[in-house]
């Protein structure tokens, strides 16, 4: 009896922590860009995966009191590739107050993550290119991989990974800035440019030190260029990212009644 009673508890608590997603609040996303009508599919994505999504298209120089408190209340923040990167980085100092927003952002515009923009690299520079892949560095165990089937081995005898058949903007800098860490470098040895990067709370990225995480995860402008591989890793880093907030509390709760269940 004293098992079928800890069986019983261990259903009641998966049962509380999963079986009631009504109860957990979803993660709410600002997905950053200069075109609302390009937002659509990727909100689309997002928001049938579980995550509550407000574009915003005015985030344009100086952030206001009123903006900077809306992005620090997201749980995430993402820049879309349909958007100015000089809107983002006019001066030093807008650059400071994105680097203090204390929410995690990734950054999906090539543009932005220049070293005469928000300096996550090294270097000024990019290039648009078709169906090229992504070698790693001896770090698939990072959440954005999970799941993932890689699409070969590189030139580095690494795991290769492609997100996108279409075209899309790499920056052409070979390095991180500050404390970042490489994760992903374009598959060809003659160009080994950027295309994965992190940066975790109060790591240096270029002048500043960053508030929460930052990542750079170059995505292309339309997300009919996203595959399914770059689905799995968008959908892999936001949830890494942003986890919801009461899927952790439930979880928690549901551990309680199983403990208290064993004590009985």
Sequence with gaps: MK???TLKGAVVALLIAFAVPALAPAANVIWVTNNAGNATPWVNFLSTNGFNVDIRTDFNGTLSPAQLNDLNAADLVIMA?????GDFANNAATVAQWAGIGTPIIVGNAFIAQAN???MVTTSGTSGQTNLGTTTLGN?????????????TGFNGEPTYRWTGGSMDW????????????LGIRNNAGNQWVSLANW?????MGANAVAERR????????????????????LNLSVFLAPEPGRAVLLTIGLFA?????RR
């Design 117 to 119: 923009r928000w300096q």
């Design 81 to 85: 590739r349909a958007s100015n990167s």
């Design 3 to 5: 098992h079928l009673a």
């Design 171 to 182: 920056v052409t800098s070979t390095a991180v800035t500050g404390d970042g860490q490489l």
């Design 140 to 152: 698939t165990s990072h959440p954005i991989f999970n799941g993932v089937t890689p699409l070969g």
């Design 258 to 262: 199983l403990l208290a269940r064993r």
């Design 215 to 234: 990542f750079y995860f170059p995505l292309p402008i339309d997300f009919s260029d996203l595959n399914p591989t770059g689905q799995e890793m968008l």
């Design 200 to 204: 975790n709370t109060g790591d240096l």
